[in-house]
């Protein structure tokens, strides 16, 4: 038989595979016993285990070849192997390292990740291939440690033979290439996990920074240092994993905002309440919006008045009936560990009524907890009664959250209940992500069951506002902090949070006494890791076809529209339109108002969702896309310049990532050269306008995209210095007028450019030196004027003038004034005309 992973052939006895470690056993995947690596059909249950279809795609889709993802690695290694080899016989070694491979596989195969390597004695794990889900972090945290406890009681039951062994493991979580050829990626992230396992004592779990950010409210850790790890310049801070618990502390932050949406909510239940009948709410919203908390919230408000029953289904899938079971037990205050007779006559002692009936439903409800329901038909009929039962006392509210995941039967189950809990005081009220517009739309519109469907968007900016002062327990953040917190979060509540602890975390934001102050100054918001391993996770589970439409969009930008996508899908597109209602109904994109190079407007309904998605695109894709896209503009637009800007972006985007992935070729530096042409053109024309901001911006990155010896750098870095001194920007103008200074040598004309250029810096900075300041410039003013450069002559006089008037000259600046104003004219130069009068 062959490797279901890595195709290596095999004989007839082999249990794993000797090319990738991978158990050749296969699990069957309706009951989940394991099957012999040569079964066809599950031998408990019967089942085929050689059909076997990933969960969301059909056998018939080809997933596109190669993306980038964040992963998590676990990388195990034994100690005192050496002394092994020397004491045993080859024969117990082998066997012994056999059940060592075991002990070590089977926790990382529990938490649902794979064994991609061996090396020796080191086990490499990874979770997040070939999927990602947005919980890989933790589960590789959860199976470092499960690995280390199965490998103590290893250690006790083979020390007789095997003397002193022990176990260093480490997790480390990062972006890779994932490929056909490289299920497990490639990537440095991989080496980090290898590397820093070294760090590690007998016994440890060692988490990298990376991983840490993801998993640090969830579970206890401790640092251990920060460490240079060998053959790599970086250092990498680790921490140790203290305990599987959360964190002391911490408690939730306060509720803000959603009153509409409460009052809504509570209007269904008081309708349940007085009609005694079941009612359906549904509160439907992306991830992180706020449906948990919504549905905690409203059990909080109703206090002891309502039972509430809370289930919640899971990623992971699992039984169907199972988030409910789990409730129910929580309701009904049983053990996990209670026996079938204990939990039919706790579940008896709650049902009022007849004997037989009680019996029936004690028996369909132990039998759900034991994680062996009845039938459809007699499981929906128990719970419905035991709801009812429970309503005998007071009102129920049955609460299901992220629906999205839940079995059809499960579906089913919520359906029923409200059809037929007639004169039962119960609201129904779920909580599900947009998808469930796809995988039941009966539940997802009002009309027929469903009483009210509160669809939820972000936060409004007061309670956004506040919920982000009170993640950090501030009473006010500083505008700057909130304004970009807002604008990035769009108001989604979790993104606010984790945007606010980022900030903290990276010292944006620090504590100053009894006040927060702004740390750095704040450029552009990166994505909180957890924020992108969740976002991921979602697109991760699309079907390719739409996954592929959603990142050709992302390159487009935020914004795109249907033909600007179709431009960059490969071959012919049959069913686009499909596919962009498909993304539309979950959310992730939506119509926009306007034009986008006239036709109708599309847009990311989050700009986290399109920077999740351009993130997994190959950047040597990327490259090309932009310079595609770039290209297709220019056929639409002709000579418009206003799209110079847009044209420019791309191409300097198609540069920024050929240059990233290695030294450039002639066709890249061409590339390169057309993204400064656009962006010069865009970065001038603002400097015209006097948008002095944009202008100094574009003009520098024009500069970024050309080669250091491109002659063209010249006259760039000399619109460039102006743009930045006529805004005051004295900050990085010193470093655009040494650019300038590059380019002196032989050009009498930029010299003295470059004089008045440091002239004007120097009467903004340094008053000590305005006096040779002015004569500089005033020669410099004669040697433009003998050059014919007018424009450079109003330059000259105009510094001059600056320099006089700071020297308390009036009537020498006055008159340098007037020079300057002659020369602006005749030159042409409307702008510094202006700007003298
Ligand atoms: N109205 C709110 N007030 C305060 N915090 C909120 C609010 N809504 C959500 N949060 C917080 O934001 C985070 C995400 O909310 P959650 O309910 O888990 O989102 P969802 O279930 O929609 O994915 C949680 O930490 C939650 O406590
Ligand atoms: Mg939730």
């Known amino acids: 038989m062959n490797c279901g992973s890595c195709g290596r052939a095999h004989g007839a006895g082999a249990r794993f595979c000797g090319g990738c470690g991978r158990s050749l056993a296969l699990r069957c995947p309706a009951c989940g016993a394991?099957?012999?690596?040569d079964a066809q059909f599950c031998e408990a249950c019967g089942a085929s285990l050689v059909a076997r279809p990933e969960p969301g795609r059909g056998a018939d889709v080809v997933d596109d070849a190669a993306a980038r993802k964040v992963v998590t690695i676990v990388f195990a290694d034994l100690i005192g192997s050496t002394s092994l080899h020397e004491r045993l016989d080859p024969e117990s070694v082998g066997r012994l390292m056999d059940r060592y491979y075991q002990v070590v596989r089977e926790p990382v195969e529990a938490h649902g990740g794979s064994v991609v390597q061996l090396l020796g004695d080191g086990v490499m794990c990874a979770f997040g291939v070939p999927h990602v889900a947005e919980d890989d972090a933790i589960r590789a945290v959860r199976a470092a440690v499960g690995m280390q406890r199965a490998f103590r009681e290893f250690a006790r039951e083979q020390s007789d033979v095997a003397g002193n062994l022990g176990l260093r493991v480490a997790v480390n979580t990062g972006e890779v290439v994932v490929s056909d050829e490289h299920r497990a990626g490639l990537g440095d992230p991989l080496n980090v996990a290898a590397r820093l396992q070294q760090e590690g004592q007998d016994g440890d779990v060692l988490v990298s920074h990376s991983t840490q950010r993801l998993v640090s409210a969830l579970v206890t850790l401790t640092p251990v240092g920060v460490f240079s790890l060998k053959g790599r310049s970086e250092t990498v801070?680790?921490?140790?994993?203290?305990?599987?618990?959360?964190?002391?502390?911490?408690?939730?932050?306060?509720?803000?905002?959603?009153?509409d949406e409460l009052r809504r909510i509570m209007a269904v239940y008081d309708a349940a309440v007085a009609a005694r009948r079941a009612r359906l709410a549904v509160i439907l919203g992306s991830p992180g919006l706020g449906k948990s908390r919504l549905i905690t919230e409203l059990a909080r408000r109703l206090g002891e008045r309502a039972t509430v029953v809370t289930a919640r289904c899971d990623a992971a899938g699992g039984a169907t009936f199972a988030p409910l079971a789990e409730a129910l037990r929580a309701t009904l205050h049983l053990d996990a560990g209670a026996s079938g007779e204990a939990l039919r006559a706790a579940i008896e002692a709650v049902v009022p009524g007849e004997e037989s009936e009680r019996a029936r439903i004690g028996g369909g409800v132990a039998a759900l907890l034991a994680g062996t329901p009845a039938s459809p038909e007699e499981t929906f009929f128990v719970v419905r009664r035991l709801l009812a039962a429970l309503a005998t006392v007071q009102p129920v509210v049955l609460a299901i959250d992220d629906l999205q995941w839940a079995e059809p039967l499960l579906l089913d189950l919520t359906e029923h209940l409200v059809q037929w809990s007639t004169e039962v005081p119960l609201l129904v009220l779920v909580a599900a992500r947009p998808e469930l517009r796809d995988t039941r739309s009966s539940l997802a519109a009002p009309g027929g069951l469903v009483s009210d469907v509160v669809t939820l968007t972000g936060l409004d900016a007061g309670a956004a506002t506040r919920l982000a002062a009170n993640v950090i327990g501030a009473d006010e953040l500083p505008a700057a902090v909130a304004g970009r917190v807002l604008a990035t979060s769009e108001g989604n509540p979790l993104f606010v949070g984790e945007l606010v602890r980022m900030l903290v975390h990276d010292g944006a934001l620090k504590r100053e006494g009894d006040r927060w102050v702004a740390g750095v100054e704040l450029a552009a918001l990166e994505m909180p890791p957890t924020i992108q391993a969740l976002l991921a996770a979602r697109i991760e589970r699309l079907r390719p076809e739409e996954r592929t439409v959603l990142e050709r969009a992302a390159v487009v930008g935020r914004q795109f529209s249907r033909a600007a996508v179709a431009h960059l899908l490969p071959g012919e597109v049959g069913n686009l339109d499909a596919r962009l209602e498909s993304l539309r109904r979950s959310e992730l994109v939506e119509p926009d108002?306007?034009?986008?190079?006239?036709?109708?407007?599309?847009?990311?309904?989050?700009?986290?969702?399109?920077?999740?998605?351009?993130?997994?695109?190959?950047?040597?894709?990327?490259?090309?896309?932009?310079?595609?896209?770039?290209?297709?503009?220019?056929?639409?637009?002709?000579e418009a310049v206003e799209h110079d800007e847009t044209i420019g972006w791309h191409l300097?985007?198609?540069?920024?990532?050929?240059?990233?992935?290695?030294?450039?070729?002639?066709?890249?530096?061409?590339?390169?050269?057309?993204?400064?042409r656009y962006l010069a053109a865009a970065g001038r024309r603002a400097l015209a306008r006097d948008d002095l901001p944009l202008a100094a911006s574009l003009l520098g990155r024009a500069l970024d995209r050309l080669d250091a010896a491109d002659p063209n750098r010249a006259d760039l870095a000399l619109d460039w210095c102006e743009a930045l001194l006529a805004a005051g920007d004295v900050g990085p103008a010193q470093g655009a007028i040494d650019e300038l200074g590059r380019?002196?040598?032989?050009?009498?004309?930029?010299?003295a450019w470059h004089t008045c250029f440091t002239g004007q810096l120097a009467a903004l900075t340094d008053p000590q030196v305005l006096r040779t300041t002015g004569d500089a410039v005033a020669a410099a003013a004669e040697a433009l004027a003998s050059l014919g450069d007018a424009a450079g002559e109003a330059k000259a006089h105009f510094v001059h003038a600056v320099a006089l008037s700071r020297l308390g000259k009036v009537g020498a600046c006055e008159a340098a004034l007037d020079r300057a104003l002659a020369a602006a004219r005749r030159g042409g130069d409307r702008r510094r005309s202006n700007a003298v009068l």
């Open 34 to 37: 394991e099957g012999k690596p």
């Open 743 to 751: 380019f002196t040598g032989d050009s009498e004309r930029l010299r």
């Open 593 to 638: 108002a306007g034009w986008f190079l006239g036709e109708p407007a599309l847009r990311f309904h989050h700009v986290l969702i399109r920077d999740a998605a351009y993130r997994r695109v190959l950047k040597n894709t990327r490259a090309e896309l932009h310079g595609r896209f770039a290209e297709w503009v220019e056929s639409r637009v002709g």
């Open 652 to 676: 300097e985007q198609a540069h920024r990532h050929l240059r990233e992935l290695g030294p450039i070729d002639a066709q890249g530096r061409a590339l390169g050269e057309r993204a400064a």
């Open 237 to 259: 801070a680790a921490f140790r994993v203290v305990s599987l618990d959360r964190p002391a502390g911490a408690p939730a932050t306060a509720f803000v905002g959603r009153e």
